[in-house]
T-cell receptor, first 113, second 116 residues
Framework: EPEVTQTPSHQVTQMGQEVILRCVPI?????FYWYRQILGQKVEFLVS????????KSEIFDDQFSVERPDGSNFTLKIRSTKLEDSAMYFC???????????FGDGTRLSIL | AQSVAQPEDQVNVAEGNPLTVKCTYS??????LFWYVQYPNRGLQFLLK??????LVKGSYGFEAEFNKSQTSFHLKKPSALVSDSALYFC??????????????FGSGTRLQVQP
């Protein structure tokens, strides 16, 4: 069964550094999402992406965050200047249509030192 | 605004017994409801969804969920629990309206512990 894959599985970065999290969504999916889960807390929506543009974003997704689909397969989340509170598990998800279930990757654990 | 409540942080059940994991929701329009399961160090795995139709929906691994509009609930159930069902379960909702938020709103999760 096709899967969403995320790399790296764990990223350790110094505060203030830029980080890029990578995702390869399922190949025939058209909608892409990023969520995060701070340790011990609920999964929170960050941003959705469709037709090469952001379709929706949460209040968490401020100017420090950006997303990109640089080619036909990758979907990236960039955090420009990381803060300690950005430490979390970041999940990428994709869905074929707006109403189909979102399929999640295994996540990238981001640790900011 | 849409929201999901999972009132139990943890549910303990003996293997072979029926299990229920509770979920209530709030949306402005009609809900699309989902259950996901998370095993340690893994992402969220889709279990089942309610979009429209029968109130009882069946999903993966023998799980089912009952949509109750009057009680705004979508409880997850399984007739006979297995030790391997032990995991973290998340209920999620989104609004069905085209103008509604398409992103999922998740509950806080319920840890299911099945004892042998």
């Amino acid at each position: 069964e096709p899967e969403v894959t995320q790399t790296p599985s764990h990223q350790v970065t110094q505060m203030g550094q830029e980080v890029i999290l990578r995702c390869v969504p399922i190949s025939n999916h058209l909608y892409f999402y990023w969520y995060r889960q701070i340790l011990g807390q609920k999964v929170e929506f960050l941003v959705s992406f469709y037709n090469n543009e952001i379709s929706e974003k949460s209040e968490i997704f401020d100017d420090q965050f950006s997303v990109e689909r640089p080619d036909g397969s990758n979907f990236t989340l960039k955090i420009r200047s990381t803060k300690l509170e950005d430490s979390a598990m970041y999940f990428c998800a994709s869905s074929r249509t707006r109403d189909q279930p979102q399929h999640f990757g295994d996540g990238t654990r981001l640790s900011i030192l | 605004a849409q929201s999901v409540a999972q009132p139990e942080d943890q549910v303990n059940v003996a293997e072979g017994n029926p299990l229920t994991v509770k979920c209530t929701y709030s949306v402005s329009g009609n809900p699309y409801l989902f259950w996901y399961v998370q095993y340690p160090n893994r992402g969220l795995q889709f279990l089942l969804k309610y979009i429209t139709g029968d109130n009882l929906v069946k999903g993966s691994y023998g799980f089912e969920a009952e949509f109750n509009k009057s009680q705004t609930s979508f409880h997850l159930k399984k007739p006979s629990a297995l030790v391997s069902d032990s995991a973290l379960y998340f209920c999620a909702v989104r609004d069905s309206m085209d103008t509604g938020r398409r992103a999922l709103t998740f509950g806080s999760g319920t840890r299911l512990q099945v004892q042998p």
